[in-house]
């Protein structure tokens, strides 16, 4: 297959964009001091991919249950090739293992990700938990962070990601406050803790469902301290949003008929404006302009603009 090959395998990789999947998975063996292992995966490179998974699947079963990096590299091959059943059982098995790797957390977040893509979100919430706090897996007696030393070089650098995800699964379950309190516990954290990239700053929230009524309460009692709050809160949301998609609610209980009320609303709006927001009637609203809305703010008329969307 020769280059062709090379350039297939690159276009999988999505996290590290340029660094070929098979190329990345040699470099991580040769860190582990596994340097045969690398030889055989840099020739995969040129081979089949029928070659490359038999490699993968040979390493990942001789490996010990402990071990997790070859379990963790033939779950990433599935997956590249949308097979997320087979993907799923090997992110498992790496996420349980024990040997304190690299691959341990994000095999987690990854088994997270799948678990959520099929509704599976209270499973999930438990692996987003250990990849994001570094917990002991399911079914553990008691629960306590890795040592520091077994903490993934790039742990702090991950986080961000990871919070996302979780919050939005949070979400998917109807925990809206539950949700919002983590992201502060997580912004918090990165306040204390900047990675080395640039901050992202975002002034715009695009928020729906559940998020528009959350929001509501939130200003519901006047007062200079609920409107910073829920300042902040519009700002964690605007930072999620941007970066996280958020599965729609399986249950949405008390907040059934506002999964199509789309709020946008600015992290500087105005006391005046959140006052406003307090007091609309989305249910009035939805009832006489219909099932789907725009709502945002009109600097000009000083007053909530809604507009019906047509689908």
């Excluded at 590249?80 to 059982?89: I, K, N, S, V």
């Excluded at 605007?238 to 009320?261: F, H």
Aim: net charge negative; with cysteine; charged share 30%.
């Amino acid at each position: 297959m020769g280059q062709q090959g090379v350039d297939h395998f690159a276009s999988w990789e999505r996290d590290r964009p340029g660094v070929p999947f098979l190329t990345d998975c040699a470099a991580r063996l040769r860190a582990l001091g596994r340097e045969a292992d690398a030889e055989a995966v840099k020739l995969l490179t040129e081979g089949s991919l029928a070659e490359a998974e038999t490699w993968f699947r040979a390493a990942a079963e001789q490996e010990p249950e402990a071990e997790s990096p070859s379990k963790f590299m033939l779950a990433g091959f599935l997956d590249r090739h949308g097979r997320d059943g087979d993907a799923e059982g090997w992110y498992r098995r790496a996420a349980l293992a024990t040997d304190g790797s690299y691959d341990v957390l994000p095999a987690a977040e990854r088994l997270g990700d799948l678990l959520s893509a099929r509704r599976a979100y209270e499973e999930a919430e438990t692996w987003y938990c250990r990849a994001y706090y570094g917990d002991d897996p399911p079914g553990s007696v008691e629960r306590r962070p890795l040592e520091e030393r077994f903490r993934p070089i790039d742990f702090a650098y991950r986080q961000p990601g990871v919070a996302h995800k979780r919050a939005a699964n949070l979400l998917a379950m109807g925990k809206v406050a539950d949700a919002d309190a983590f992201l502060a516990e997580a912004e918090d954290y990165q306040r204390r803790n900047p990675s080395r990239g640039l901050a992202e700053v975002v002034t715009t929230a695009v928020l729906t469902g559940a998020l528009v009524p959350f929001l509501q309460t939130m200003v519901s009692k006047a007062g200079e301290d609920s409107y910073q709050a829920a300042r902040a809160m519009i700002h964690r949301w605007a930072t999620m949003l941007r970066r996280s998609p958020v599965p729609p609610p399986e249950s949405p209980g008390e907040q059934t008929g506002m999964e199509g009320v789309v709020l946008r609303i600015s992290a500087h709006v105005s006391n005046d404006a959140l006052r406003q927001l307090a007091d609309l009637d989305f249910t009035v609203i939805r009832q006489t302009m219909g099932d789907a809305v725009e709502v945002s703010w009109d600097e000009s008329s000083q007053e909530w603009k809604i507009t019906p969307v047509h689908r």
